[in-house]
Every structure is written in structure tokens, then in C-alpha cells.
């Protein structure tokens, strides 16, 4: 694995308190200063930081019905000798049936060899109406759901057991920290590991896990045809089926959604899911689970169906298979994926999967619980930036990029963080914290081919980095964002510039011709759509220009399905606005002298139009506007605006953008970056697509003596 090959300030910083950085440092370098600017948007104050902010979600929602605590104010732990990599295993002593759970606490070494046991996976539930067992003799309280998976393994005769809650001082937070790293080591040494989903109170395990063995091993046919059948009659008829109802009583349990669990599961040898007395394997929910969403079910399928979706990607991309490790997946995109995971202690949103991705043990390699969480995300973020690649490359510097788009950064975060926070807590996390979906892996180079070289200030609350100033927002449209308690699409106002005085004639594309072709490429970011599940990097071709002509037209009235219909009204809702003195739907209808044949692009991915409810017919030969649609969804048409330049370029500028903002090309940084100035610096508003520097064209017009610094803060 490449060294992250961290500069020497930056190893300093763990030790160090943040202290506020207000000194300049020279390098022979000029350097950008917000307070000098001429700029006559400067006076009006619209780049002032918001002095309101909102709190730190400390508690994600609903996650303490996710992870409770035991109570161990009277159980007395020895200290762990870490040199000799011990691990305690909880002993199950006596006791049948319901009777209360006795055990003992033994400690192991394992720097040679791991004893025999089984590793629990369950969620623990609160403690309201706690459960009391007995440990080294001295009573603990226990959730109701640890009481029962202990009394259950019990009956099965697993005796010696590692459970977290109990193996782990959780009082302890230096051991907690020391033990997250034994993790990947603890559940893929033990024998097997049970899965708890709880007590089978309804009798509803044996049907619901007979109907996922027909789901995935499609046998016997007629049964399971008759099932998906009845997945699609109607959602009276789904529920009145036992087989799915039982499914959505499995799809419902909370343990689905813990955080911790996809590491547990991932990383285990042998996986067993137990609901009461009734039994699966992992293999079998994996193959029936990858039936079922080839099958595409309708939007009111349970929310659970999803939250096993992710779980099973992630545990299927790190997963060792027939004795071979897994590549594994980066942190970022383990983040990414467990966005909609829960956990009651917020670090654990990123220390529960450390031992799951490539690189966790090098960006975090000692989780400390003593930490507060914003150091945690600062300190990661800056250790991402100075990663190095096998040939001691830092890689681009994009990633600060990944954010929330729908609500303003906190403002005692330094802007460039990667706040997590508020990705975990959006609607749509999974999306925004993709590097890939966020079009910031698409093939662009802005800033040419040059090298990140990021420098971070002694106390940690700093990234500099160099580049050019290209120009200033000028005009914005509105947007569509999601949000709210109940998340749903709402319409942000847009920003109306002031009158363009630019000439139409002599626009800086060119002529009409340009500026149209430069307008619909602006819309698509100028690139196809998705192609089997990632993002493309290969340029729109030129006829999509006709399929933007009829995206108003008459001839476009045809049904365009319920997921890409939110995509239309989202440029259906900026097509008034105003570019070189026409809207958007006047372009829609501008007819280049020089129209290119019409065709259709071998390239569209047909499985993602029948999965956007679109019939083949509608994509024929003729031009509807359906592939610019589609096109659309996937670069991110729902937080994004229109945007218009004060030279007269047009592209598309971060939700919260406003106008006077500075578009800037930096170093190492493969797209456009959006700043505003504040106190002697900058706060980063986000990334930018601006149709005629994507290439490097205005890069590499500057000299290198006119290069500047921008102290992101």
C-alpha cells in the first residue's frame, strides 16, 4: 500500500490545540488578499460569512434506537495489554430457557494464536427496560435484544462468545480506540459469526426465510414467479402475501441500519443471520436479495430493502472469496456508501469502518474517542489531501469539493473539510458524498495537468493551495433542492445578474452557433450519462444539441417516467432564464445553420432507460429529448444553477453560489473551484462547471509569474 507520505507540519498537528491563524507567510508568491479587492460587489457585504450557523448533529436521528449501552458502573475491567494483542471473551456459565445469564470475562492473548469463538452481530437497542445478567459476579444491565441473543446462543450451545458491549470497556476510551483496530482481526478469527436479529415474536423467520431461498435460488419456479407476480399486483395484494410481509417484517428490524454491522459482517469467515430459532446464511440473502433488485420493485417498497442494498455492497466488495483477500474499497467510498448507516456515537460513523477500507488504517491510524468530532473530519480531510500514489504523487484536490450542496457550510468548519455531518444528515447522502457521481471523475482538467501541491498551516485550520482567478459570478438561476424534515424538492430562487451588456454577436464562444452549443453542453456538464453504474468520462456528442430543441417542444408531451419527470421540472424551472439576452427556451429553439443528422447514440445504456420507465420506442430514431433528459439526472441537475459569467461564460455553479462569487482554476484540481472572500482569505463554496475551460484553456494561457495563493479557510 502507498505511504499517505505526510509533509512534517502536518505530523505535528495531532498533538496540536487549533489556534487561530491569522498571519501571512511568504514564499515569493503573490498572494491573493480578500481585503484588497477593488471589486464594487465588495461593498455590498454579500461575502460576508453568516454570522447564524446550524448545531453539530451530535446524535444522528433516530440512532438511539440503534446503540444503547450497557451499564457497568459495578464490573471491574483488567487492563488490556495491547503488546500482547489480548482480547476478553465472554463465558456463558450456567442457565436454560429464560433463566438470567450468568457469565464470566476471560482474557486471551493473541499475538500467536486466537482461541475458539463466536462472534456477535446484533444491535443493541436501548435500555429502556434494561435486562440484568451477571458478570464476574457482579450484576450489569444489558438490552432487552443483548439479553435474548445471549440467552439464544445459550440454547445452541455457543458458550464463549465475543460481544462488544461486554469484551470492550466501553468506559474506556483509550481501549475503545485500540480495540477498533483489532476488529478486522477478532471477527475473522472467530469460528462464525451470529447474526441477531431478534426474537420471532410473530412467528414470521421460517416464511420469511423460505421466501428468500426461492428468491435466490429461483426454484421452484413456478413459486417464485408467482411471487414477483405478486410484488407488482398492487401494494394491497403485496402486503396481503405472507411471504412478503414476512420479508418487510425482516426488512423493518433496526439492525439493518447500525454502522457497525458492516465491518462485523464483511469481515467474518462464516455468517449466520438468526431470528429466533430460525437460520440463513449470508450467501443466501446475498443471491435472493440481487434476484430481487433485478427485478426492479416499485418506489413504496420498504425502506429496509435499500439500507441491505448498501450493506451487501460494501460486504461484497470487501469480502475475502474462496480464500483470496479482497482489493477492498477506499474510506471515502466505504463513507459514501454507509451515508444512510446509524450510530449513536458519531464517530463511529467513521471509526466503524476503518477496518473495512484500503486505506483506514494509514488516514486514521489511531482512533482516539477523546477527540472532538470536527478535529476528526479536519484531520481526515487533510489526510486524503497529502496521500501519495505509488510514485509519490499527491492525488487531485478535488475531494474538498464533497459536501451537502443543499444547505451553507457551518461556519466553525473550515470550508475545505469534508463535513460528513452534514452529509450523513441529508436526504440523498449516498449521492453527494460520491467523488464519481459528483462528476469529479469525469475526464476534466482544468488546471491542465499539473500536480496538487496543497499546504496546510501549523494549526491545521489553513489550506493553501495555488492558481488563476478566472472571473466573477454575474447571474444564477434557480435551482431545485431537497430538504426539510420530510425531504422533498423545493425551488430556490434564482439570482439575477445585472443587464448583460455582453453582444450576442461577439460572445466570447464565437457566434450563435457556439454560444447555443455552449449553452445545452453547460446543462449535461458536457458529458453522456451513466454507463453501467459510473459516471462517463467520454464528451455529449454533438446531436444532443437537437435533442435540446425538444425538450419544449409539442412533440415532447410523451411520458418520461416518475424519476426522470423530476429532472424535466428541474430545467423546466430555469427555462426562463435569461443568457445574452434570451431564455433558456428561446435557445431551446435556435436552429443552427449547420444542424448535424439526426441520430441515436449507440452509447445510451438501454438497461437504465427500462429502469426509468421509458419504452424503446420513445428513443427511436426520431429526436425527443430523452437521452438530454436522462443525461441531465446524472450530472446533477438538483443542486446545481445555471450560471452566466461576467466575461459572458456559461456553465453551472454550486447551489450556493451567489453572485460576485470567484471562479478560480487551482492547482492540482480538475474542475473550477467557487470561492468568496472573507477575513484576509477565502471560504470555499464549491465546484464549478464552466463551458470553455474544462480543458485547461485558461490554465495554460497564464504565465507561471502571474500564478497566486488562496488561503482557504
Known amino acids: 500500500m502507498p505511504s499517505l507520505g505526510l509533509n512534517k507540519t502536518w505530523q505535528r498537528l495531532l498533538s496540536l490545540k487549533p489556534t487561530k491563524h491569522d498571519q501571512d507567510q511568504a514564499h ?62 465472554l463465558n456463558i456459565t450456567s442457565g436454560v430457557g429464560e433463566e438470567s445469564v450468568i457469565c464470566s470475562l476471560q482474557q486471551f492473548s493473541c499475538s500467536h494464536k486466537y482461541p475458539h469463538y463466536t462472534a456477535l452481530s446484533y444491535c443493541w437497542g436501548t435500555l429502556v427496560d434494561a435486562v440484568s445478567i451477571t458478570v ?22 455457543h458458550s464463549h462468545i465475543w460481544v462488544d458491549a461486554l469484551c470492550i470497556n466501553q468506559n474506556d476510551k483509550i481501549e475503545r480506540g485500540q480495540q477498533i483496530l483489532r476488529m478486522k482481526a477478532i471477527y475473522r478469527n472467530a469460528a462464525t459469526t451470529i447474526a441477531w436479529l431478534g426474537p420471532d415474536t410473530k412467528n414470521q423467520a421460517d416464511t420469511a426465510f423460505q421466501r428468500l431461498k426461492v ?35 425482516l426488512m423493518d428490524f433496526a439492525y439493518w441500519k447500525r454502522t457497525w454491522i458492516i465491518q462485523e459482517l464483511a469481515l467474518s469467515r462464516s455468517v449466520l443471520f ?9 450467501d443466501i440473502l446475498d443471491t435472493a436479495m440481487a434476484n430481487l433488485r433485478d427485478r426492479k420493485p416499485k418506489d413504496y417498497f420498504e425502506s429496509g430493502y435499500k439500507d441491505i442494498l448498501y450493506l451487501l455492497v460494501i460486504v461484497g466488495k470487501t469480502r475475502s472469496k474462496h480464500g483470496r483477500e479482497s482489493k477492498g474499497m477506499n474510506l471515502e467510498r466505504i463513507l459514501t456508501f454507509s451515508c444512510r448507516s446509524l450510530a449513536s456515537e458519531p464517530r463511529d460513523k467513521i471509526f466503524g469502518v476503518l477496518g473495512l477500507s484500503s486505506d483506514g488504517s494509514e488516514l486514521i491510524p489511531n482512533p482516539d474517542y477523546r477527540k472532538p468530532l470536527d478535529a476528526i473530519l479536519r484531520e481526515l480531510t ?24 443543499t444547505v451553507p457550510k457551518r461556519a466553525e468548519l473550515p470550508s475545505w473539510v469534508i463535513d460528513w455531518t452534514k452529509i450523513w444528515t441529508g436526504p440523498a447522502g ?11 471523475q469525469s475526464g476534466y482538467l482544468a488546471s491542465g495537468r499539473s500536480n496538487a501541491n496543497p499546504r496546510i498551516s501549523d494549526d491545521g485550520m489553513v489550506l493553501t493551495i495555488r492558481g488563476y482567478v478566472f472571473d466573477r459570478v454575474c447571474s444564477l438561476s434557480a435551482v431545485y433542492l431537497i430538504g426539510g424534515k ?29 454560444l447555443f452549443d455552449a449553452i445545452w453542453r453547460s446543462l449535461i456538464a458536457d458529458r453522456i450519462a451513466h454507463k453501467k453504474g459510473e459516471l462517463s468520462t467520454k464528451q455529449a456528442p454533438s446531436f444532443y444539441g437537437s435533442h ?40 431551446s429553439r435556435f436552429s443552427p445553420s449547420e444542424s448535424n443528422a439526426i441520430e441515436r447514440t449507440a452509447d445510451y445504456d438501454e438497461i437504465s432507460v427500462q429502469d426509468f420507465g421509458i419504452s424503446r420506442s420513445s428513443i427511436g430514431s426520431e429526436p425527443n429529448g430523452m437521452e438530454f433528459i436522462y443525461a441531465c439526472k446524472f450530472r446533477d441537475m438538483f443542486h446545481r444553477r445555471l450560471l452566466m459569467t461576467r466575461k459572458g461564460y456559461v456553465g453551472l455553479a454550486h447551489a450556493q453560489s451567489e453572485i460576485g462569487d470567484m471562479i478560480c482554476v487551482l492547482e492540482g484540481c480538475t474542475v473550477p473551484m467557487i470561492l468568496r472572500p472573507c477575513n484576509r482569505g477565502f471560504r470555499l463554496v464549491g465546484d464549478a462547471y464552466v463551458h470553455g475551460v474544462m480543458n485547461g484553456e485558461h490554465w495554460q494561457a497564464q504565465p507561471l509569474s502571474s500564478i497566486q495563493e488562496f488561503d482557504l479557510k
Open 136 to 157: 464476574d459476579g457482579a450484576p450489569v444491565s444489558v438490552t432487552v435484544n443483548l439479553a435474548s441473543a445471549l440467552r439464544s446462543l445459550r440454547s445452541k450451545g
Open 274 to 282: 438468526w431470528w429466533g430459532q430460525s437460520s440463513i446464511g449470508l
Open 382 to 405: 487533510i489526510s486524503m489531501l497529502l496521500r501519495q500514489d505509488s510514485k509519490g504523487k499527491i492525488g487531485p484536490s478535488d475531494l474538498i469539493c464533497i459536501d451537502n450542496p
Open 486 to 514: 420530510k425531504p422533498k424538492a423545493f425551488l430556490s430562487e434564482g439570482m439575477p445578474g445585472p443587464a448583460s451588456e455582453h453582444s450576442l454577436r461577439e460572445n466570447v464562444y464565437g457566434g450563435e452557433g457556439d
Open 215 to 249: 428468491l435466490a435460488t429461483r426454484k421452484p419456479e413456478d413459486e417464485f414467479e408467482n411471487a414477483i407476480a405478486a410484488l407488482f399486483t398492487g401494494y394491497t395484494a403485496w402486503r396481503n402475501d405472507p411471504g412478503w410481509s414476512s420479508i418487510k417484517a
Open 28 to 89: 515569493g508568491i503573490d498572494r491573493v488578499d480578500s481585503t484588497l479587492s477593488d471589486d464594487p460587489w465588495n461593498e455590498s457585504g454579500i461575502f460576508e460569512t453568516p454570522s447564524h450557523t446550524e448545531l453539530l448533529p451530535y446524535a444522528i436521528p433516530d440512532a438511539a434506537q440503534i446503540d444503547g449501552h450497557v451499564r457497568l458502573s459495578s464490573l471491574h475491567y483488567k487492563p488490556l495489554n495491547e503488546a500482547k494483542q489480548d482480547i476478553r471473551i
Open 430 to 440: 449516498n449521492f453527494w458524498a460520491s467523488s464519481v457521481e459528483r462528476g469529479l
Open 548 to 587: 435540446f430543441a425538444y425538450l419544449w417542444s409539442e412533440n415532447s408531451t410523451q411520458s418520461k417516467g416518475e424519476r426522470l419527470k423530476h429532472t424535466y421540472d428541474c430545467l423546466t424551472a430555469v427555462k426562463s432564464f435569461p443568457i445574452y439576452g434570451r431564455t433558456l427556451e428561446d435557445w
